[in-house]
């Protein structure tokens, strides 16, 4: 396979850089300092010793024995990025991005977030490394993820409730870039996921690819093998880059990212940005979209906050096209189902987002054999969505 | 520009410098808050003193604009406005008579989900001079900026204050105009400007022949005389849709909608250099 991205940002057609003038020289000298500091092994090092002392990585790649046997006969392995400090793979990202900002010379970091998984990650990397930390969350988010803003408060952070749009994770995407334009000279903008424009997708699956990497290791400690397929949750996308990226050239090796196919693919209300949406430019990058006939950013849904997103990863979109990748659809009923086989089969909540990626197992895995290994990102833990979930099977909403 | 140009805004600008002043470039977000009365403002500004009109494209996710604009893009998109119905309203505006030349100020995605072919061929046919994609640097821009200039209409580049050295790669080989990005930030009003505007203006100044213009922020008549003085145009966006916002309630009502028109048209006269 051919290395992605380019010197353009560009993964084949995707990719690149939309943004306003005023960004370009910030990008650019992003992608230099991030170039120069990784090609640095102390950088490399600062970064393991808080993922291993900071986070308690490695996570554990660990055997679901009562969900194999409840599904049927293949092996599934649920790779626990829920264990990590903060309760979700974000923490990742925010470490690497969050070092390197300290390395710039930054003081000022900025982010936005969906569910608040991101958000807390960058409020606690901010207080850990003494920075000044504004976190941008759509009302609606505020909303229905209140104990999460709660928190950002308490590890110091300030959070901006986005007011424009949809009031969700787009709208706080577009917001944190608009501040970002106003205060380039002294802001890192810390990105949540593989989106925008480049370099962070990028970046941010190169921080990410830690969860690729140990989950190589550990199923070769104990399979033996590589697995024969990975199933990950993607919103933008972040936690199944990393996780995806390491195995590229294992042809062996399928990938599935299951996106959110809201209350059906086929009723306006959904996130399936893979499997509904076609060629555009969104916050930055040209990947597949959500849009309407005249190019209007459409809203997405889902019962997850942090899938609840019209855009995708650009280097997800190239998987797609060039066949490496398969994306599906699961639904808000299907993803809360297999939350709760999880809860009783594993004694484990998992996060909604996740539990798309589970749905997905437990739709194909009683077809297939003793001898498939599977491997869930298992990205985050659900204690953030108990109250959504209450408020879902109640039938009180489904937000 | 070439001698035989027939680019109305190049024509505009030739006249202007042969008059000694700059050019007031006022913009409009269009179908805010309808099309007939987009139209009707059209000729209000011409009749105020406009020389150039950039109409703005409303987007569902407008990142280099503030919240008056947004506000705005969201009422027109409430009304179905799209980017072929803003290239019919300048057809439109040229057919009542406007004389004005037009800049239509688009995000990208919408023209490439038109497809650049047919976008290109609708420009012609609507009387549009050139072209503003904020989210379009000049790294994105090479096919757009080829068939501009097939076309013979101005890609306009944008520079900011931090473009520093990127300022001659953007400069070299474009049309129309240069617009000057005052500050950093999104569009909308303000009182202050980058520390280091007129270095900044002077420098763009140095590195093309093109006419310059700066906007973001601009919106009294004292800040259009300041930078009249050293610029050859000057673009004025979030005051006048405010301005248009505010006179919202009048231009509803058949008994009152004059008297909006008319506020508008006071406005942005007292703005002209």
């Keep these: 396979m051919i290395q992605v991205p380019d010197q353009h940002g560009r993964f084949g057609s995707f990719g690149g850089r939309f943004v306003p003038e005023t960004l370009m020289n910030a990008l650019i000298g992003l992608e230099e300092a991030y170039r120069t500091f990784s090609a640095d092994p102390a950088f490399q090092e600062e970064i393991d010793y808080l993922l291993k002392q900071y986070s308690g990585r490695e996570t554990p790649l660990y055997y679901a024995e009562r969900l194999s046997k409840h599904l049927g006969e293949a092996k599934v392995y649920l790779k626990r990025e829920d264990l990590n400090h903060t309760g979700a793979h974000k923490i990742n990202n925010a470490i690497g991005q969050g070092i390197l900002a300290k390395k710039m010379g930054k003081t000022k970091v900025i982010a936005e977030t969906g569910a608040g998984q991101h958000g807390v990650a960058t409020a606690t990397v901010a207080a850990l490394l003494g920075m000044e930390c504004k976190v941008f969350m759509g009302e609606e988010d505020t909303r229905r993820q209140a104990l999460n803003v709660f928190r950002m408060k308490l590890l110091g952070a300030e959070v901006i409730p986005v007011t424009s749009g949809s009031r969700t994770l787009k709208d706080a995407g577009n917001e944190a870039l608009r501040y970002w334009v106003s205060n380039v000279d002294d802001t890192f903008y810390i990105l949540g996921s593989a989106v925008g424009p480049h370099p962070y997708p990028m970046m941010v699956?190169?921080?990410q690819r830690i969860i690729g990497d140990e989950t190589r290791r550990q199923i070769l400690e104990a399979e033996g093998r590589l697995p024969d397929l990975l199933v990950a949750a993607v919103g933008g996308g972040s936690n199944a880059i990393g996780m995806f990226y390491p195995f590229m050239e294992d042809e062996s090796v399928g990938m599935i990212g299951v996106e959110a196919a809201g209350k059906g693919?086929?009723?306006?209300?959904?996130?399936?940005?893979?499997?509904?949406?076609?060629?555009?430019?969104?916050?930055?990058?040209?990947?597949?979209?959500?849009?309407?006939?005249?190019?209007?950013?459409?809203?997405?849904?889902?019962?997850?906050?942090?899938?609840?997103?019209?855009?995708v990863g650009p280097e997800h979109s190239y998987l797609k096209d060039i066949e490496r990748a398969k994306y599906v659809p699961i639904t808000d009923a299907e993803a809360l189902d297999a939350l709760k086989l999880l809860c009783v089969t594993e004694g484990i909540i998992p996060a909604l987002e996740s539990a798309h990626a589970i749905a997905q197992v437990v739709k194909i895995a009683p077809a297939l054999s003793k001898d498939d290994i599977i491997v869930i990102c298992l990205s985050g833990r659900g204690d953030k969505d108990v109250e959504s979930i209450m408020a879902y099977t109640q039938g009180e909403g489904n937000q | 520009m070439t001698t035989e140009t027939t680019n109305r805004m190049d024509l505009m600008f030739r006249k202007l410098k042969s008059e000694g002043r700059a050019a007031l470039i006022p913009f409009l977000t269009v179908g805010d808050p309808d099309l007939n009365t987009t139209l009707d403002i059209i000729r209000e500004l011409e009749a105020a003193g406009a020389d150039i009109l950039e109409l703005g494209v409303p987007y569902s996710d407008p990142l280099a604009d503030g919240p008056v604009i947004q506000r705005a893009s969201s009422r027109?998109?409430?009304?179905?406005?799209?980017?072929?119905?803003c290239m019919e309203t300048a057809l439109k505006a040229r057919q009542a008579g406007s004389s004005l030349p037009f800049i239509l100020f688009t995000y990208y995605n919408p023209v490439m989900q038109m497809g650049l072919d047919t976008f290109f061929a609708e420009l012609d046919k609507h009387e549009i001079s050139g072209l503003i994609i904020p989210d379009l640097p000049v790294e994105e821009s090479e096919d757009m900026r080829r068939r501009s200039s097939a076309a013979g209409i101005n890609l306009i580049p944008l520079v900011a204050p931090t473009s520093s050295e990127r300022i001659a790669k953007i400069v070299s080989g474009a049309s129309g105009f240069v617009y000057c990005v005052s500050s950093l930030g999104v569009t909308g009003e303000r009182s202050s400007f980058h520390t280091g505007i007129d270095a900044f203006l002077e420098s763009v100044r140095e590195a093309t022949d093109l006419p310059?213009?700066?906007?973001?922020?601009?919106?009294?008549?004292?800040q259009v005389a300041r930078f009249a003085r050293i610029c050859d145009g000057v673009v004025v966006g979030s005051a006048i849709v405010r301005k248009v916002e505010d006179v919202i309630p009048l231009l509803e009502q058949p008994a009152t909608r004059a008297e909006g028109l008319l506020q508008i048209r006071e406005f942005v006269a007292q703005l002209r250099p």
């Design chain 1, 205 to 207: 699956r190169n921080f």
């Design chain 2, 76 to 85: 027109a998109l409430r009304g179905k406005v799209h980017l072929r119905t």
């Design chain 1, 265 to 311: 693919v086929d009723t306006p209300f959904h996130a399936a940005t893979m499997s509904k949406g076609t060629h555009g430019v969104f916050q930055g990058s040209m990947s597949y979209l959500l849009q309407d006939e005249y190019g209007q950013v459409t809203e997405a849904h889902s019962i997850s906050a942090g899938l609840d997103y019209p855009g």
């Design chain 2, 212 to 222: 310059i213009a700066v906007g973001f922020g601009i919106s009294t008549g004292e």
